[in-house]
């Protein structure tokens, strides 16, 4: 154990989880470490980088195809990472160059759904990269920082039943999402009748910024499923201090190239958050890189201090939590789930969960908002439905829905709700990638819109069309599936995929059936202004705003 990891053990739990970001960064950074940055696996706490991850030397990949001067140089992509294009810009050089190229150095992206079954397939076993140890907190790493694949494995199969579908759409979960819709529906009439006044033959509408809410909608979902009823969080309908918490964090996506691509930049200006008093660090320190620094501490800090209250009551927690499931794996194991570690796999499925929801809902709406002939057809097949008690239909018909279900899909497929940078390790330096070697310890990923707009096989990618997913013959269903890779692939594929799906359905037909949703044009199209997607972890749109028209329909 190292000094740090002592002195930060000592330290109270909100700065312990920055300190642990701060010295990886700042080990991941030193100088005289790697050409870019890279740490030797001997010299990391916790020892997660395989030996075989070693430092790839620039000229050792030079025969890949690719931009030369991305090839040679570390600072090529960072600067369009800066500018939050780095995925578009792989995209165009997959074009460019082909299905495999180098970008830099000791690093490489795939576009072919081959290559990219192979690196995320279970069979290949590829180690992930260090990239996620970002993602560490209280000192621990959840599943989704864990490199290597045999210790990632065990630790997911303890979770990983909770999350299937039979298990996460059952009718107890299904309820208290149709309450969580009801109280974000309640929000939309709210504004109807704040901006409807007493304009009586006025269409009831009301103009809203749907993105915060969504991200207060995915907050309280996850939460709930992690801690129940009692201790999930209430954000949607109330003002409360966590919705302050979310609106930071969107701000950490704006400055996520920063703090991975100059780490100890980012260390010292965290450092001068401390040091300095408020009104020389605001000086120092951009308004926006505080709050989202402060409010990621927050965050951890909330479901700390929500997880020990939730502990010490345990009786108001319901069974079908994952809390609860975890408590009781741990019964049967108790040296695998010790307090930190059930904290930040919680803490961790919080970020999971919140901003791709948000992402993905945002962008299903904005579609759906600029197609209003998809909106009547989808209302339509939604309305040949039976209803529940609360006026809607159940959620196994809405799943059954092939017009909305090709909707998601589409959106999912233009505006993929995550980064697509799922880095993992070459480790076997005999096997070939369409007829190109790569040296032991390359970083890889699979460029997600690389394949999500691959014109051999979403043709005329860049347009919108739902119905590309209907009526088409096995076969070509079958290749589109094999490239539509939004919750990733494989032994790592999202966890929170079939809760994610229905959050995403079950928010969208419920709105459906209650309104005519339009944008303003001040969102533009998608391709340019606001609403435009990030090439940033969570691919949010560069706006962090999404502004909706919500008219009552008579029906409801
Ligand atoms: C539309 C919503 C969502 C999208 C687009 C999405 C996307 C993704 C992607 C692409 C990955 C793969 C990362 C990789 O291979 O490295 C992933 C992993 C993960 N997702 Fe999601 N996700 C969504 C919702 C959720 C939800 C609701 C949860 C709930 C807990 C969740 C939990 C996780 C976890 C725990 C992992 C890590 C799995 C592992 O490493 O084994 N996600 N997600």
Not at 333 to 360: F, H, K, W
Request: with cysteine; glycine share 6%.
């Amino acid at each position: 154990m190292t000094i740090q990891r002592l002195a930060e053990d000592s330290l109270p739990y909100p700065l312990r989880t920055t300190m642990g970001r701060i010295m990886l960064h700042v080990r991941s950074s030193s100088p005289a470490k790697g050409f870019d940055g890279r740490f030797p696996a001997r010299h990391h706490w916790t020892c997660a980088v395989p030996p075989q991850a070693i430092d790839v030397p620039p000229a050792s990949i030079l025969h890949v195809p690719g931009p030369p001067l991305g090839k040679i140089s570390w600072y090529y992509i960072a600067w369009y990472d800066f500018w939050l294009r780095r995925n578009d810009k792989i995209a165009q050089w997959h074009l460019r160059y082909g299905p495999v190229i180098c970008f830099r150095p000791g690093e490489v992206s795939f576009a072919s759904s081959g290559l990219m079954r192979e690196i995320y397939g279970t069979a290949g076993k590829y180690t992930k990269s260090e990239l996620f140890e970002n993602f560490m907190v209280y000192g621990q790493k959840p599943l989704f920082s864990i490199g290597p694949y045999w210790e990632h494995r065990k630790k997911r199969m303890l979770i990983s039943s909770f999350y299937h579908k039979t298990s996460i759409t059952r009718p107890v979960m299904e309820k208290w999402l149709r309450q969580n819709i009801m109280k974000l529906v309640a929000q939309i009439e709210r504004a109807i009748v704040q901006q409807h006044g007493n304009e009586d033959k006025a269409p009831a509408k009301a103009m809203l910024d749907a993105y915060p809410l969504f991200n207060c909608f995915a907050f309280d979902n996850i939460t709930h499923v992690l801690f129940g009823s009692k201790y999930g969080a209430k954000t949607i309908a109330n003002d409360c201090p966590e919705r302050k918490i979310l609106l930071g964090i969107k701000q950490a996506q704006m400055w996520g190239p920063f703090k991975f691509n100059f780490p100890a930049l980012a260390w010292i200006t965290s450092k001068a958050m401390h040091v300095f008093p408020t009104g020389i660090a605001s000086l120092l320190v951009p308004d926006t890189l505080r709050l989202c620094l402060k409010s990621e501490d927050e965050m951890a800090s909330w479901n700390w201090n929500t997880l020990q209250t939730a502990l010490a009551d345990l009786d108001a927690v319901e069974d079908y939590t994952l809390l609860q499931r975890m408590l009781s794996c741990r019964a049967k194991a108790p040296e695998t789930l010790e307090t930190p570690y059930i904290a930040a796999e919680l803490y961790d499925n919080i970020n999971a969960a919140q901003e791709t929801v948000a992402v993905g809902l945002i962008y299903l709406i904005f579609h759906l908002a600029r197609q209003h002939s998809w909106q009547a057809r989808i209302r339509s097949d939604l309305l040949s439905l039976n209803i529940a008690e609360d006026g809607f239909p159940a959620w196994t018909d809405i799943d059954k829905l092939s017009s909305l279900d090709a909707f998601m899909r589409e959106a999912l497929r233009v505006n993929p709700g995550a980064s697509g940078r799922q880095e993992r390790y070459i480790e076997d330096s005999k096997k070939d990638y369409n007829g190109i070697c790569l040296p032991i310890g390359t970083r890889v990923t699979a460029s997600t819109i690389a394949l999500h707009q691959d014109p051999s096989v979403f043709p005329h990618p860049e347009e919108f069309r739902p119905e590309r997913w209907l009526d088409q013959t096995p076969e070509t269903l079958r290749q589109m599936e094999n490239s539509f890779i939004p919750f990733g692939y494989g032994a790592r594929i999202c966890l929170g995929k079939a809760l994610g799906i229905m959050e995403l359905k079950m928010l969208a037909a419920f709105l459906l059936l209650r309104y005519e949703i339009a944008t303003t044009p001040e969102m533009g199209d998608g391709k340019s202004g606001p609403m435009w997607q990030c090439g940033s972890i969570e691919a949010v749109p560069i706006g962090l705003k999404g502004e909706m028209i919500f008219t009552k329909l008579d029906m409801y």
